[in-house]
């Protein structure tokens, strides 16, 4: 509601007679006045702007680069970072109108930043290892994103750890990278703190990533498990905050990372070639991968346990058991335990039919979930895995045309009957 114009309509009916000055009061403290929401849009391109016109001044500099002397190389580069700093300085403090434009120079200083380390060491010829150069300029940008607090500044200094992360371990074969670390204790606090729903939303793949990237040298035998962990992890998550409130908005987020993780993880499950590549590889020969399967499997189980323990919480409506979430720690249980190489021992189909099983009854489950609620999403995610499975199985489980034929026909006729079958609920609601 326009609260000046609630206000002028008060003092217009205090003039009538129509109410007194405490009856005015009374109602005024009934609408409170809304704070405004940040013009995202002129933020965003404001950011990207400096951005890039930060990258043309870089690329005009080094045109140039060699022919400056070297005490003005450095006079620019400090003037330059000292400019942008305190642009964004002044236009914070002339209040929310000048937001967007004081992000933007905030986000040109921490180019320039980055840039700085680059120029700085080509003037003095320092040879050094050059992903350091990535957590400095990330540690900078991190630096700034808690002390404004500033979202555009968490996010770059996501993005630049994990590209230190993916330098470290693509080109130096890094095992023990920190990055995943810093982003645990330094970029979700701040998203947390500032209940920024896009800061979490990049942070919550920057340290997916980095976890992989750390997993890279044996992420055939881990990449599997650790995914479907870590989606039990985040959809466990995604049911915490929103039962005890700790930044409920966030629940979609966690749950819309944490089921392309398990989803994806369990359709690699159902194909037999997972068996030989995945499941008869014995990753408890090496402990960094000993480490990363336990430790991501032991924080789904806890944050499982948190959800089903208070058992006065637990939903009474058995039909949302049709819910993937609820799924999603016995298959991570049943993942990790034939990783272990006991029961891999199942060639082929032995291994792949348990996972072919759990993904059909799970897509099967999604669609009678969302048909009985009236819940297009879960209908259609449901309706499109059971797609996949068909099509995936069209291609290395029949060699009969007929066989296939007969396949397609019976999935073709399921969904169209899934189709007829929401309509028809949606009109009875309609009804009632």
């Known amino acids: 509601m326009n609260k000046k114009w609630l206000l002028q309509e008060i003092e217009t ?51 140039n680069w060699d022919a400056i002397p070297k005490f003005a190389k450095l006079a620019i580069i400090f003037s330059a970072l000292a ?24 986000a040109l200083g921490t180019m320039l930043f980055g840039s700085g380390i680059w120029l700085i060491a080509q003037i003095y010829n320092i040879d050094e290892h050059y992903p350091n150069a990535f957590i400095v300029w990330g540690a900078g940008a991190l630096l700034l994103a808690w002390s404004l607090p500033s979202v555009v500044q968490g996010t770059m200094a996501s993005i630049l750890f994990v590209l230190w992360n993916s330098f470290e371990n693509f080109d130096f074969d890094s095992k023990t990278n920190i990055a995943p670390f810093l982003i645990l204790i330094c970029i979700f606090p701040l998203a947390w703190k500032m209940r920024s729903k896009i800061l979490m939303a990049v942070a919550i793949p920057a340290f997916v990533l980095s976890i992989l990237f750390n997993c890279h040298w044996f992420f055939e035998r881990v990449g599997p ?53 995945i499941f008869r590889n014995y990753w408890y020969h090496d402990i960094y991968a000993t480490f990363y399967v336990l430790a991501f499997a032991a924080a789904a189980i806890v944050a499982w346990s948190m959800v089903i323990l208070p058992l006065g919480k637990i939903k009474e409506d058995l039909g949302k058991l049709y819910r993937v979430d609820h799924f999603a720690v016995p298959v991570t249980v049943l993942a990790v335990t034939l990783n272990f190489g006991w029961l891999s021992e199942f060639g082929g189909w032995g291994g792949a039919a348990v996972f072919n099983l759990v993904f059909l009854f799970q897509s099967v489950m999604l669609i009678a979930f969302g048909c009985r609620n009236l819940n297009s999403k879960l209908t259609a995610a449901g309706t499109i895995m059971l797609a996949f499975l068909a099509f995936a199985r069209y291609a290395d489980l029949f060699d009969s045309l007929l066989v296939r034929g007969i396949v397609f026909l019976g999935v073709g006729a399921g969904i169209f009957i899934v189709g007829m079958l929401y309509a028809r609920r949606k009109k009875e609601a309609v009804k009632t």
């Open 225 to 277: 498990s650790i995914f479907i962990s870590v989606a039990g992890l985040l959809i466990g998550l995604s049911i915490i905050v929103r039962k005890r409130e700790w930044f409920p908005e966030t629940s979609g987020l966690f749950t819309f990372y944490g089921n392309i993780l398990y989803w994806s993880s369990l359709y690699v499950f159902t194909f037999p070639a997972a068996d030989s590549h």
């Open 13 to 63: 009916w205090i003039s009538a007679g129509i109410i007194d000055r405490a009856q005015a009061d009374r109602i005024s403290a009934i609408y409170p006045e809304t704070k405004p929401s940040r013009n995202w849009g002129a933020l965003i391109f404001s950011v990207i702007g400096a951005i890039i016109f930060g990258l043309g001044i870089i690329l005009l500099f080094a045109y």
């Open 83 to 106: 400019g942008a700093h305190g642009a964004g300085f002044y236009f914070r403090t002339r209040g929310e109108k000048f937001s967007a434009l004081s992000e933007a120079m905030f």
